[in-house]
């Protein structure tokens, strides 16, 4: 593939925790992205509204991301220069965000939804007074890397998540590994299967 080709591709992986409907509310099932049981400890975590809208109408979607700055406070930071944006752009729009998460029953990697013609972000935000419905622990507003609007997000039902990621080995380096974020140029054919996939499940979907 052309090398301008594969700078353009406006999609990104992102591993989340592993519910039923991300709809805001607790659930028996919710896992971190290392595929660690919460044991009812803490049963919260920054996706629980990636499928929420708020009052604005709009989706705020989450992913843990480890990046920090020099004082070591995390950033949230998303290399949008991947997904086709100039060095000094704070965001891109139109991309497809597809999230995944491991299934605590077989413990493999599956889509569990997407979003269409999303808002990245570079950096995290906790926004304002529109984000006001996803709050944390200490009340404060969450922490937000997509924005899309519900007519273009998609999620599917946990018994018909069937698209499989397959994870990173040493012999084989072009699916996602210990990083929550996976851009869509680090194996461009592979993405474009997903979505292949995925296309097929919209229509059912809608």
Known sequence: ME???KIH????????AWMNKYDGKDEDKSYDPGGMNWEGKEKYCGEFWNFVPGPDGQIRGYVMIQAKDRFGNYTGTI??????ARPQDNFIDGVK???YAKNPDDGKNYV??????AKVLRNWTRGDSFNDYRKDPQNNNEYYSFLTT???AYLIEPEERNIEIPKASANNTGYPGQSNVFYGISNPEFVRSVISKLEIIKRKLR
């Not at 290399?79 to 086709?84: A, E, F, M, P, V």
């Open 3 to 5: 090398e301008n080709t």
């Open 9 to 16: 591709m406006k999609a990104i992986l992102c591993r989340i």
């Open 79 to 84: 290399d949008i220069t991947k997904l086709g």
């Open 97 to 99: 965000v597809i999230f």
């Open 112 to 117: 569990i939804g997407w979003y269409e013609n």
């Open 150 to 152: 519900i007519e273009n």
